[in-house]
């Protein structure tokens, strides 16, 4: 076997357990020159591990004015990714996903037969006493008008409530409500209703991961945090977390030219056969959280359908709490439904009125008016969550806007003039609340750099350090040739023989 296999066939988890005890030695901070000394490793067994360390023992690196990197652990030596307590975590969380999924599908389909079965049911009942009250009047045509003046009123109002559920059906049949049925079906857009749009934050995440990789190959494989911040709208924590992996996962490294300037170069990247960079890496505004996809009518139905089922519910607990005997004695017109109801169900299931009363109280008064009030209460709570979400959403918008606008002109920066485009970036309503966000997202992007203020009206930014940054950074990148990076000329391809 030869020298070189030799440093490049290395057991990781051997290299890990030296470099770790090393930074233990030198006090949890060290360089790569101090880890070669005190392990004795060959250099690049310790480079290929290090960005392994950092990530599972979460360390840092700091970049002095020299270039030299110091990794710091401040966090202590446990790793994150391994050992009996990541394991146990790990399932846990498997354990936790699987079951949620399962109850959260029976939990769907139990909402849409609630919803479904409970107005299908209201609605048969109103039918059914509506036949019956006609049956009823006629029964009565030779009594007193007197006396049958509250069965011709509940008669009447009970016909009402029917005509009104029966004009509202036909207007179901409008086209655009068909045409939806036959793009979503009904039980989606219900599920849509209560738990929301389902969000893919994996997908959006491999999207801003390939727009960075692309923006590196235009901008010849270089990039400063700030640049970073300005394409992705990440905040300062953010956006070191994301170079973090990129350093791991592009074997790129961070650099610091002569000029001082910090910035992070990724020479694999620019190993490419393409002879033009790549120019669709700008990422279009993050879209906010909608409440939904269904089309509003279709939301209004479904807040019909659970309406009408909470306004039932409400007329048999509000009924029921009164009692059958007390509502034949006062001839409440209203409470015939409430009556039949009750004389049907205890003829039919042979019960006496008032255990007739006790089970309609539970399953048409209680059951339904708890699952209409969750059936409302889960979105309502979703959408002020979605709400924290979205504020963030419009935050990272504004942030690129404001970035943007720093990096063009950094030493005449105008923030009285920086205003919201649209609800996408709309974090606050104008007045003291937006200014102070703007000032707050400046200092954030100028970080330890000086922020100068110049004039008082209008007031005008300076950021000196950011504006020297950038003509440095701009001359590295001319200065940095694409095909010394470009593969050479083929000398030997296994498709030809030799």
Do not use: C
Request: hydrophobic residues 45%; glycine residues 6%; positive net charge.
């Amino acid at each position: 076997m030869s020298k070189t296999s030799k440093i490049t066939e290395f057991s990781t988890d051997k290299v890990e357990h030296q470099l770790v005890a090393a930074l233990k030695k030198n006090q949890g901070s060290a360089t790569v020159a101090d880890l070669v000394g005190l392990t004795g490793l060959p250099k690049y067994q310790i480079q290929t591990m290090l960005p392994v360390v950092v990530n599972a023992y979460r360390g840092h690196m700091q970049v002095t004015e020299t270039g030299e990197v110091i990794y710091r652990f401040p966090q202590g030596y446990t790793n994150q990714n391994k050992g009996w307590a990541a394991t146990w975590k790990r399932t846990i969380k498997k354990v936790l996903q699987v079951s949620a999924l399962v109850l959260k599908s029976v939990f769907k389909a139990w909402i849409v037969l609630m919803l479904v079965g409970y107005f299908a049911l209201f609605v048969f009942i109103l039918i059914a006493s509506v036949v019956i009250s006609i049956a009823l009047s006629f029964a009565r045509k030779d009594e007193d008008r007197d006396d049958s003046g509250g069965g011709i009123l509940g008669f009447y109002m009970v016909t009402r409530v029917f005509e009104s559920f029966l004009l509202l059906w036909l207007y179901s049949g409008d086209p655009q409500i068909r045409d939806q049925k036959k793009k979503k079906p009904f039980f989606k857009a219900v599920f849509e209703f209560v738990f929301g749009v389902e969000e893919a934050p994996q997908a959006y995440e491999l999207r801003v991961k390939k727009a960075v990789l692309a923006a590196l190959q235009e901008k010849k494989g270089s990039i400063t945090l700030e640049e970073l911040m300005h394409m992705t709208g990440a905040s300062r924590p953010e956006a070191d977390r994301l170079i973090s992996q990129l350093l791991l996962e592009m074997e790129g490294e961070p650099m610091v030219s002569a000029q001082g300037t910090l910035y992070f170069f990724f020479p694999e990247l620019l190993k490419t056969t393409k002879q033009s960079p790549m120019s669709n890496w700008q990422l279009p505004e993050r879209p906010l959280i909608p409440f939904s996809h269904n089309p509003p009518k279709t939301n209004r139905w479904i807040v019909f359908l659970n309406g009408f089922n909470l306004l039932l519910s409400a007329y048999f607990l509000g009924f029921g709490a009164v009692g059958f005997q007390a509502l034949q004695v006062s001839g409440d017109p209203l409470s015939l439904v409430y009556q039949i109801t009750v004389v049907l169900t205890a003829a039919g299931f042979h019960l006496s009125l008032a255990g007739a009363e006790s089970a309609l109280m539970t399953i048409l008064g209680v059951v339904p008016a708890l699952y209409s009030a969750l059936f409302f209460g889960i979105p309502a709570v979703r959408r002020w969550k979605e709400h924290q979400k979205n504020r963030t959403i419009k935050t990272q918008n504004f942030r690129r806007r404001l970035i943007g606008r720093v990096l063009e002109n950094p030493i005449a920066i105008r923030l009285d003039s920086l205003e919201p485009v649209s609800e996408r970036d709309a974090v606050s309503k104008p007045g003291p609340a937006r200014e102070a966000m703007k000032e707050q997202l400046l200092r954030e992007l100028a970080d330890s750099r000086s922020l100068e203020v110049d004039g008082e009206n209008p007031v005008t930014y300076r950021i000196p350090d950011l504006e020297r940054e950038k003509k440095d950074l701009t001359q590295l990148r001319l200065d940095t040739n694409r095909e010394d990076y470009r593969p050479g000329a083929v000398i030997f391809d296994t498709s030809k023989p030799v």
